[in-house]
């Protein structure tokens, strides 16, 4: 914080996206961001998720106004597109660094395929209209985003095309097949995705409050 200039710093440390509230909207400036993150960034605007200020994990912002003007609450729909996103990318790093390179690059097919699953996952969380009950299921959710059942087929059809016009650039990507074998090793036993999934539902509820402020889906 710097009283002086009445501005404010922030890293995002937890699994999370947040975003920000305040009247008048307040206009964040980064500060620090990987690849990853500003291709996500990206990736809202470009896919219509959401067109407002928001933090990412790890990302570092600064905002020139005192922290009594604005807060920042935690966005469960971007967050469940986040971790479809981070997870997908690790699959396709696991198969070939190469590959997970492209990401970044517009026109990657490996772009495409991660921002329509990361989307679809996003879009089965906002149908949910109450996030802080039972029917919210982190868990659920991705798994639908990751066509891993049978309400959406998003995610792997184009998965399907993007692994093909990867084979052809020689920076060939796993199969769908096997990135929701990963998947469903790592919503078991403690694995990432259970924890992200426990972790976004323990932070809704620290954060309830503060949350049901701004939402209609308390």
């Not at 570092?60 to 106004?65: D, E, H, K, L, P």
């Not at 660094?97 to 699953?117: L, N």
């Not at 299921?137 to 639908?144: G, H, I, M, S, V």
């Amino acid at each position: 914080m710097n009283d002086s200039a009445g501005s404010l710093s922030l890293t995002n440390n937890s699994d999370m996206v947040w975003v920000f509230q305040s009247n008048p909207p307040v206009i964040p400036s980064p500060e620090k961001a990987t690849p990853e993150v500003k291709t996500f960034h990206e990736m809202a605007v470009a896919t219509r998720m959401y067109s407002y200020s928001f933090m990412a994990p790890t990302e570092t912002i600064s905002v020139n106004s005192p922290p009594s003007t604005f807060e920042w609450v935690i966005d469960p729909d971007l967050s469940l597109a986040w971790t479809l996103q981070s997870f997908a990318l690790k699959q396709v790093e696991k198969k070939a660094v190469a590959a997970a390179r492209t990401y970044v690059t517009s026109g990657s097919p490996v772009r495409q395929a991660i921002w329509d699953c990361s989307k679809a996952a996003y879009d089965a969380s906002v149908k949910v209209p109450k996030v802080l009950s039972s029917q919210y299921d982190p868990a659920e959710l991705l798994k639908e985003g990751l066509s891993m059942t049978k309400s959406s087929v998003t995610c792997a059809q184009s998965w399907k095309t993007a692994a093909q016009r990867a084979a052809e650039t020689a920076t060939p990507i796993p199969p769908h097949a096997q990135l929701t074998a990963e998947a469903e090793t790592a919503f078991k036993g403690g694995g990432e995705l259970e924890q992200k999934s426990v972790g976004l539902l323990e932070g809704l509820a620290a954060t309830a409050t503060k949350f049901c402020k701004y939402s209609s889906r308390c």
